[in-house]
């Protein structure tokens, strides 16, 4: 999200979802929402993933998930936050009901067992193949192109 400059969560993220099968496009640090918005369009992700290690993601997200909501090729594609989300602690079931009402299908906030999202993950219907875009600067053999993929600020295509 584009008030949080962590990078080794997004990576462990990354490298959870590669280890769970999908390819993972990681935006990094500090994304502002259009270019989630964007890039997300772009690609079109099979799961979005947002991690915030700062505290403020609670408040940035209810912005974020709003701005993929509104996006009539976004809106139905499965979103979820994660991470340190207030500075208040962890645990605050009307923020995780708050978060839900807005539209992420998934929160795991800190203290959360991996486990639990690993389960999110796995319980997600199997995407269809489709053909990537080839990055400009190389073409992709056809195979590489269709494994289901996933970005971590983040999104799963």
Known sequence: MSSDSHTWNLVFLQ????????RVTNLGA???????????????????????????????GLRVIQALRACPELAATPTVIGGKLGIAGSGDP?????????????????GRSVADFRSFVGALPAPAPRVLPAPADRALPAAARTLPTATASGVLR
């Not at 490298?15 to 999908?22: C, D, F, K, V």
């Not at 890039?39 to 799961?47: A, Q, S, V």
């Open 15 to 22: 490298l959870l979802l590669e280890e769970l099968g999908h």
């Open 30 to 60: 500090c994304v502002p929402d259009e270019l989630l918005v964007s890039e997300c369009r772009r690609i079109e992700p099979d799961l979005i993933v947002l991690s915030s290690v700062n505290g403020h993601g609670y408040h940035d």
């Open 94 to 110: 009307d923020r995780q009901r708050s978060l839900l009402s807005a539209g992420y299908d998934g929160v795991f906030e800190e």
